[in-house]
């Protein structure tokens, strides 16, 4: 067994009874990633020097009997969305082509706080806008389990980079599904939090009322403990929520028995994929088995989810890229005759062909005219479907559904389709609409050996909940121990 096959609570044990060092486990994460990546493409930028000299740091605190908590040590990475001071951040986009952020995103100065080394970033759709990761700019990144396939999107990187085994743990960010999605494609794990939850703050913002940033790894321990470090109150985020923070490990074996699992009838969508379909149904009879109550909910507005998401993300998308105008971030026009020129020559070279879909979208949906037809319906929608999920909780305790329609689909498959790749979030998106939280574990495998993923959905606030539920069923399958084909 490498190091590199252990999940990251059994690193985090290694390390702290002196088996290990950061050191060693850091150097293990760069050798293999120099051995896969070039198959994979996880990582768009690798900051060795900045990794190793954290690992070594780490290291010295162990020696002292000073770790700064448990996650001391464990090498992990983050989602080129999130900004990195010193490290270049482009968001996958050719317009933050060069730019050196200034000072740390929140998320990522925390888990430097716990004392992870960074070992670089992660590929990702550019600007977060997709479902495949080819949006982004600088190629797709390939599925560890075949890699002719996708591993979802946006937060693609950050999920294959766990199944390739480069990493112990990701940052990923969530606006409609691009947590959930990837870890589905990927047999990794998943957490959207409730939004407000996890600060925004240093996230390149896409859609801003709907962005959550969360953390991804290859076991729902795992990311039980990394959403221990992150989830946290910050004032420089003036919608991150002064809620308590939980222990996220405490209740985690606590089992299912007693608890009520909402199964949302309109989640089964016509089209599904009937593997998928079948190991879904499966899981709810594991649920079932294990104690667990299940009631079948309607989401009556969950048919809306779609139209509202791809109105909205793409209405708030359009006004938060207008600060992309060639004179303050990353890429400028050189050959541009005049201010006005400049701006239109940097956006129309740096953005690529779905993010100016989006922003021509966004514009439409908010212009006068059609402000009240699309922009503002599309919010008294969203209010529906929040209210839908508000209703189904109080009557159960969590959903249960599949994370998406289909298993990987191949690169190329839908990527000159746009509607065809919206379509796979239909299961991803309602989630985010109502702030909720949501996770995705493994739930098996298709006959063709893909992993299909399980999603549940939660009340505000309560991840530990949704963990625990995870857990339950983790424990009972083995399927985040196959390692993918890599
Ligand atoms: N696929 C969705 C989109 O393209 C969601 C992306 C995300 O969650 N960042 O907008």
Not at 33 to 51: N, S, T, W, Y
Not at 411 to 417: C, I, P, T, W, Y
Request: hydrophobic residues 40%; glycine residues 10%; proline residues 7%.
């Amino acid at each position: 067994m490498q190091l590199t096959d252990l999940t990251l609570l059994e690193l985090a044990a290694k390390l702290a009874s002196g088996e290990t060092t950061s050191v060693e486990a850091t150097r293990a994460c760069l050798a293999r990633i120099a051995q896969v990546d070039e198959k994979v493409k996880a990582f768009l930028r690798l900051d060795e020097h900045g990794a190793l000299a954290a690992a070594e740091a780490s290291d010295a605190r162990r020696e002292k009997g000073n770790p700064l908590g448990p996650l001391d040590g464990v090498p992990v990475a983050v989602k080129d969305i999130f900004l990195t001071e010193g490290v270049e951040t482009t968001c996958a986009s050719r317009v933050l082509e060069g730019f050196v952020p200034p000072y740390d995103a929140t998320a990522v100065r925390l888990l430097k706080e716990a004392g992870t080394p960074i070992l670089g970033k992660l590929n990702q759709d550019e600007f977060a806008m997709g479902s495949s990761n080819e949006s982004s700019a600088y190629g797709p990144c390939h599925n560890p389990w075949d890699v002719t396939r996708t591993p979802g999107g946006s937060s693609g990187g950050s999920a294959a980079a766990l199944a390739a085994r480069e990493v112990f743990g990701t940052l990923g960010t969530d606006t409609g599904g691009s947590i959930r999605q990837p870890a589905a494609f990927t047999n990794t794990v998943g957490i959207k939090p409730t939004y407000g939850r996890v600060s925004r703050y240093g996230v390149i913002a896409y859609a801003s009322s709907l962005d959550a940033p969360g953390p991804m790894a290859r076991t729902v321990g795992d990311v039980a403990a990394l959403l221990q470090v992150l989830a946290r109150h910050d004032p420089l985020d003036s919608t991150s929520a002064p809620a308590d923070v939980p222990d996220y490990l405490a209740d985690l074996e606590h089992g299912v028995a007693g608890l009520k699992l909402g199964v949302p009838r309109e989640y089964f969508v016509e089209g599904m994929d009937p593997e998928v379909e079948a190991s879904v149904r499966e899981a709810l009879k594991a649920y079932e088995r294990l104690g667990a109550t299940l009631v079948d909910v309607s989401l009556p507005h969950t048919k809306y989810a779609l139209a509202t998401y791809y109105l909205l993300a793409p209405a708030e998308a359009s006004s938060n890229l207008a600060r992309y105008d060639g004179v303050r971030y990353g890429r400028r026009a050189r050959e541009a005759k005049g201010l006005r020129d400049m701006y239109g020559l940097s956006r129309d070279q740096g953005f690529g062909p779905e993010v100016k879909r989006r922003i021509m979208l966004g514009t439409y949906a908010l212009s006068a005219g059609y402000y009240d037809a699309y922009y503002l319906r599309a919010q008294k929608v969203r209010t529906l479907i929040r209210d839908d999920f508000a209703k189904a909780f109080t009557q159960v305790d969590a959903l249960v559904t599949p994370t998406s329609p289909v298993p990987a689909f191949k690169l190329g498959e839908k990527v000159n389709d746009p509607v065809s790749m919206y379509l796979m979030d239909v299961c991803t998106l309602p989630c985010n609409l109502a702030g909720l939280p949501g996770v995705s574990l493994p739930c098996g495998f298709t006959k063709a050996g893909l992993p299909i993923g399980l999603q549940l959905m939660g009340r505000p606030f309560d991840e530990a909940k949704l963990l625990r539920i995870a857990r339950a069923f983790e424990r009972e399958h083995d399927y985040v121990r196959r390692p993918a084909p890599i």
